[in-house]
């Protein structure tokens, strides 16, 4: 014990700790292998603190409440609403003000979410941890470990801290959490170099790990926020959510509305008080209709209601949307970094190469699932008749000491991932365990240690012969090996063979392991010193995490929709570049490292991010700096993952994608979809469908937008002319939170365009209201100015009542949209044939439905009073129609026009 007050360990860098011997992490933490005093203990806690993660600094529910008000959208929807309230309309009021509501309760709800991600890795850490303190052991809550303190592990433990391991006993730890890393880490005591990533810390163990085999002792050098785990979720707290590029269009457009509102609304009354002979009064009420005119106020219900609906239909395709905006950022991604353990890859080893001495094999078949077949040269082969290959499996079979299960359809492991590898192959090739084990018991064993890196059982026969099954690191049983099995029999082993097999299968990316075997005669125990020499090597197997199937087809939809795929893992480069090329993934420009990366600045990282597809060795800190480099060179990036370690990209990527299956709750609550099913092909899904989102949202605009344009158009116009207004605040509003929420609404459910995924993502810079759109407002709002304001002259200048014009047109403008809402389903392309006219059921059911409500608004009394409209005889009905129908056969002919234009500027 020692309790002589140690050095300031948070002075001392996070990285040193891996490069020293243990003895000397000791006596710098002033501990020993006795481990701290109590008093020493209770010092060090008041010092550093407790080994939690802190609760970050939240604002009252009732700032965040209100902060969700602070939108000018928001402003011009309460000032429409403020208006209507004058104008003693509360029910159309109230409306409106629900609508702002609603939407501050869904922000509200949505940012209370996204703090748990946060919350998810504090509830990590393991409540108890077994310790020596006095010299004898026991068990403490993990909140009271403090630098220096001894910590013991077993198998099924999760490390309380991080620790420098001062004693090993095949100490496997599994680490994918924070590293990626697809198999347990084996550790060792020895140091590693000063730049090691965090994965190839072999004398190390992380807070929040799992111990998945045998036995280790350490020595704390970093509780709480300053342990690795600590470091991530400080990163988290401090990612900064990027708004969608939807809420900063709507922001934007919201702005320039109000400018504009405002801006219209004083010139038109000035210009009435100083060229035409209207009151104040009359002018003010002018002024509001006209800004009851020009703001849509159904505007954002629709397009919540569009959002809401891509996510219904996204949630049918195993993509759950966390966070609404979302679903419209997935149509405008440009890149997609994903994560490769179980994003990419099954995160189940499978055996896919057995190389023997005289014949190399290839085994297909991915995953636990013991359904596969064998090859050699490209000929499938029965593995039962190749007596060679089936010993070499049999003995990878006999000395393993994992299990398979096989629950609702899912295969799993027990045990080591390798020892399931090596079943499952055994299990194709058509090997029965229990009969094996049966045939050949299993007498004595040498357990796996990283010390001598191999495994040994020893079995006897029926006649009492024993044999010794061994399989290890293929260097090591190399050294053991004197011989090779041939199918003609044993001969010497041809050592600088098998290194460059070796090398071969691990440039593809697989894990190696050697079996061999030895003719025990009658012994009943085996030793180590007993087996260093005279072995025979029966061959090797190459094991590799393979790529999903459905991954594979979804890179090549994303690549064919423009967008990029970068992996990003903390697996080897090797291992991911294999991987990369089975999936599609251009890697012609090399692997960039973690190490690599942190000689780079922001500049330099900016132009690799750019270039480079496959990045290996990285830590959180990594994953975080090239999701925010790809978004400082204008790319819309969404990132996958699944582990603690990807929470902070998650959180900072324009779209976070967790793992539904085998994501952490930290990676969940900091993204903003999650795939149910943990299939990377439910992005592209998802892709389509925020496209689609996204085409809905701007044929909603075209069709919208128009109408309050001519709105606010023949108001000015009649202010202008020195008329009455031919349509009334009230019935202004009518139009706007009746008619056109109803028409406008119907292209929410517009199929998606057979070429949404043969296109390139749209430009992040492209505004929601591009020059297209800009002119085709405009064009629309023109049309339907000059044709109300035409047909209200008319009847006005035939003798007609000023509340039978003002009928005329208001149905004048609502014949307007109903022609325009089918050349509205597709922006540039000719609506003329059935599907173009029949197939989208909720715009026939809206116009049916509007039909109707307009047949009421003219013709039912109580509205009639309510609105001060009259009953349009039947034959004006002809002309009103003919008349309308106008604007149907004038977009037609603009659209060929424009598409004429585009071809020929192609062409050029």
Known sequence: MNSTPMSNVKDMPQAAWHVFSADKVLRDLSSSTGGLTDDEAARRLLQYGSNSLPAPTKRSPLKQFLNQFNNVLIYVLLSAAVVTALLADWIDA????????????IGFIQEGKAEKAVDAIRQILSHEALVIRDGSKRSIQVENLVPGDVVFLQSGDKVPADLRLIHSKDLRIEEALLTGESVPVEKSIDPVTADASLGDRSCMAFSGT????????????????????????????????LKTRLTESMDEFSKLLTGAILILAAGTMVFGLALRDYSFTELFFAGVALAVAAIPEGLPAIITITLALGVQRM???????????????????????????????????????ILRADRAYQVDGAGYRPQGSFHVDGNTLEPGKDRSLIELIRAGLLCNDGSLSHKEGIWSVQGDPTDGALITLALKAGLNSQQCNKELPRKDIIPFESDHKFMATLHHDSDGKSRVYLKGAPERVLEMCSHEHHESGDEPINRSYWQ??????????????????????????????GLQSDMTLLGLFGIIDPPRDEAMAAVRSCLGAGIKVKMITGDHALTAISIGEQLGIDVTSKAVTGQELETMDN?????IAGRT????????????????ALQASGQITAMTGDGINDAPALKRADVGVAMGLKGTEAAKEASEMVLADDNFASIVHAVKEGRTVYDNIRKTLAFILPTNG??????????????ALPITPLQILWVNMITAVTLGLSLAFEPPEGDVMHRPPRSPKEPLLNQFLSWRIVFISAIMVMGTLGLFLWDRHHGETLEMARTTAVNTLIFFQIFYLFNARYLKTSVLSREGLLG????LLSVAGIIFLQMLFTYLPLLQKLFGTAAIPAGDWIRLIGFTLSVFILVEIEKMIICRLEKNKVKK
Not at 232 to 241: I, K, N, P, R, Y
Not at 503 to 521: F, P, S, Y
Not at 613 to 626: G, T
Not at 710 to 723: F, R, Y
């Open 315 to 353: 949630a049918r395709q195993k993509a759950i949307i966390r966070r609404l905006p979302a679903v419209e950022t997935l149509g405008s991604v440009t890149v997609i970094c994903s994560d490769k353990t179980g994003t990419l890859t099954r995160n189940e080893m499978t055996v896919t190469t």
């Open 500 to 529: 460059e097999q070796i090398e071969a299968i691990a440039r593809q990316g697989q894990r190696t392991l050697a079996v061999a075997t030895l003719d025990a005669g009658d012994k009943q125990t085996i030793s180590i010193d």
């Open 210 to 241: 799992m111990v998945s085999f045998g036995q280790g002792t350490g020595v704390v050098i970093a509780t709480g926020e300053v342990t690795e785990l600590g470091k991530v979720s400080t990163m988290l707290a401090g990612v900064e959510t």
């Open 94 to 105: 109230a409306v409106i003000v629900g609508v702002v509501l609603i939407n501050a309760i």
């Open 613 to 628: 597809n496959i990045f290996a060795r990285v830590s959180p800190e990594h994953k975080l700096r090239l999701v925010t």
């Open 603 to 607: 500049d330099q990282l900016e132009f």
């Open 710 to 723: 001519a709105q606010a158009g023949i108001i000015i116009a009649s202010v202008m002319m020195g008329i």
């Open 840 to 843: 989208n059921p909720a715009v």
